[in-house]
């Protein structure tokens, strides 16, 4: 039984470019949620979305960022003209139901780089 | 709101003890325990619900006090894959968790 599954693991991207990033959530799963870490600091809270819905993007920042979790396929968190304060590492986690009694099972994380 | 994790950092001989603490100032729901180690995923350790619950995997346990708004993750007997960065997670019962900063643990030989 696979676990989350994030790609890329690393994303090296220039001053203005975009920064797609994947993440495909455990059999049987279909809540993510997107988190972002900076070095030495703990995760914080971006979007929550189930299949086709986004039901809380709070934590994201309003402009440059997007996400979506479609139908069919994994769900996309998007950064457009990205700046180097974007420079982190991206988790993504998925729960079997809505609520936070569920445990949420973290994949490997995508770490961007902005140069 | 952030939970408070204390201590930032401890370091242990393997076979010692240790207690990370996690506190908050909104009313808990549940609180969940990661372990996480350097350039990888945090690790589901635990998760505890209110109601006062103590569980435990293998040799580290951990404790809910809904009315002090706090949770205590206790590593017994310490080993040295207990090295990490531990964080707990609080929920408000939703389904949004507020991770705190973390505590690094080193479990020396």
């Known amino acids: 039984n696979a676990g989350v599954m994030q790609n890329p693991r690393h994303l090296v991207r220039r001053r203005g470019q975009e920064a797609r990033l994947r993440c495909s959530p455990m059999?049987?799963?279909?809540?993510v949620y997107w988190y972002r870490q900076l070095p030495e600091e703990g995760l914080k809270f971006m979007v929550y979305l189930q299949k086709e819905n986004i039901i809380d993007e709070s934590g994201m920042p309003k402009e440059r960022f997007s996400a979506e979790f479609p139908k069919e396929g994994p769900s996309i968190l998007r950064i457009q003209q990205v700046v180097r304060g974007d420079s982190a590492a991206y988790f993504c986690?998925?729960?079997?139901?809505?609520?936070?009694?569920?445990?949420?099972?973290f994949g490997p994380g995508t770490r961007l780089t902005v140069t | 709101q952030q939970p408070v994790q204390s201590p930032q950092a401890v370091i242990l001989r393997e076979g010692e003890d240790a207690v990370i603490n996690c506190s908050s100032s909104?009313?808990?729901?549940?609180v969940h325990w990661y372990r996480q180690k350097h350039g990888e995923a945090p690790v589901f350790l635990m998760i505890l619900l209110k109601g006062g619950e103590q569980k435990g995997h293998e040799k580290i346990s951990a404790s809910f006090n809904e009315k002090k708004q706090q949770s205590s993750l206790y590593l017994t007997a310490s080993q040295l894959s207990y090295s990490g960065t531990y964080f707990c997670g609080t929920g408000g019962n939703d389904y949004k968790l507020s991770f705190g900063a973390g505590t690094t643990v080193t479990v020396r030989a």
């Open positions: 059999k049987g799963h279909s809540h």
């Open positions: 986690a998925s729960s079997p139901a809505r609520g936070d009694s569920y445990e949420q099972y």
């Open positions: 909104k009313a808990l729901y549940s």
